[in-house]
């Protein structure tokens, strides 16, 4: 544990997994002063702009992850990229140590025939939660039919947002413009591509039920090669939890409602077909985990069909780009790491550390990465009196570095004007707040 300090630390990525590790620095008791940095102008990353905007207790995280902002020796610099010319080495000369939380923001790639025609979930989560990646998105809803592809919650949240109320989305932070989009969508059917089971799912079970909760819409079941019962069977809670939604959607009587769900188990995509956009994928199914190669063989490649879908979302998991200055691996998209240090091919590299997804991978829920961060901080405590001390050692070297590049810097005082702001435009829309999803209307209201 530390003798000298104060000390200087950065984290890179204001999301969760940033700002927990904020809180465990601060919990430490060990003298520090912490800059977050974040790329974009607004703090808290993923619950802001990842949380679908109608999971409102979620978002509610938002009340611990500020606190850090309250401490003096906390400030936050928006709007500030860590890139080539500002990157890992550059930190290091202002900081005894620093740790990266800057998730993983891309999409994967599915490789398949008219993949280009697809969108990536990262666009459209973006695009409905009011980043300002997606703030030239928009999306056409003119067709009835739209392809999800992944069994994952990403894929649940697309659905819901596509089939839920828009009124009730009304009353969520979604920014305007996409909610007159929902309002004038003309989607009835969405189909969710699933390559495995229904006991191999990704889903959460509370995720699940919402699905079957959504008003006017039918759940239909397709390859649904549903155990006995789950019952009392070995399997885990989540699990059964999810089984029996299936059980359940698979007994019930279809409402002849005018919307509806499909969950296509154990068939994987092989082709989106269409010209300027989609109009159908090509699906097979899928063998079975456990069947014998025979089966799996004779299964293998069965029943081609296609079907009609105007717009093709994978949301089939996330990658991470890579932090300029540190290693990377691209096969797991993290930053190779030993307990949150990093790690060039077997050498520590001193004072970088890392937390969230970029260290292990995008799994897990948001809490997962309070652990996931007092494991990285343990980590920076114990090294922190071995490290060298920064050699421009103020907050001002950084300020006028910054001040030098084009982006104009926020601050917390610029948060705290934001949310000001979108709480009054919610407000006039019955909302508890409206996000302002690109970066020029964002920076017109603070200046
Ligand atoms: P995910 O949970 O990893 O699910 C990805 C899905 O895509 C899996 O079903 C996977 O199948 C499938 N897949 C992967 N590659 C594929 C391919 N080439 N072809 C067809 N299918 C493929 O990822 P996610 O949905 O993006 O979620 C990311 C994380 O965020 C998860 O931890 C999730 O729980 C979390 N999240 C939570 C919430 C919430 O709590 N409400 C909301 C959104 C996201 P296999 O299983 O066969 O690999």
Known sequence: MSERGPYRIAVVGAGPSGLYAVAALLKSQVPVSIDVFDRLPTPYGLVRFGVAPDHAKMKTVIDTLRKPFEVPDVEYFGNVTIEPGFGAQHLREHYHAVVYATGSQRDRDLAIEGEELSTGAVRFVNWYNGHPDAAQ??????????????????????????????????????????????????????????????????????????????????????????????????????????????????????????????????????????????????????????????????AAGRNPRSIPAQLVIRAIGYDARPVPGLPFDPASGTVPNRDGRVVDRTEIVQGSYVTGWIKRGPTGII???????????AAVLADL??????????????????????????????????DEHERGLGRSRGAERVKIPDLPSILAVLD
């Open 137 to 298: 998105a928009d999306f056409d809803l003119r067709g009835e039919q739209v392809a999800i592809i992944g069994g994952g919650n990403v894929a649940l949240d697309l659905a819901r947002v596509l089939l839920k109320d828009p009124d009730q989305l009304g009353r969520t932070d979604i920014p305007d413009r996409v909610l007159e989009r929902l309002r004038s969508s003309s989607v009835r059917e969405v189909n969710i591509f699933i390559r495995r089971g229904p006991a191999e799912v990704k889903f959460t079970p509370v995720e699940l039920g919402q699905i079957g909760e959504l008003a006017d819409v039918d759940v239909f079941l397709h390859n649904a090669d549903l155990p006995r019962s789950a019952a009392g069977s070995e399997l885990d809670r989540r699990v059964k939890r999810n089984l029996e939604h299936f059980e359940e959607w698979s007994g019930r009587e279809p409402g002849g409602k005018p919307r509806s769900v499909h969950f296509w188990f154990h068939t994987r995509p092989v082709e989106i077909s269409g010209s300027a956009r989609p109009e159908a994928i090509v699906v097979e199914q899928q063998p079975a985990t456990g069947h014998s190669e025979q089966d799996a063989g004779r």
């Open 367 to 377: 809490g997962t990465n309070r652990s996931c961060a007092a494991e990285t901080v």
């Open 385 to 418: 009196d071995s490290l060298p001390a920064p050699r421009l050692p103020s907050r001002n070297d950084l300020r006028a570095a910054l001040a030098a590049r084009a982006a104009r810097r926020t601050d917390w005082q610029d948060w705290l004007v934001l």
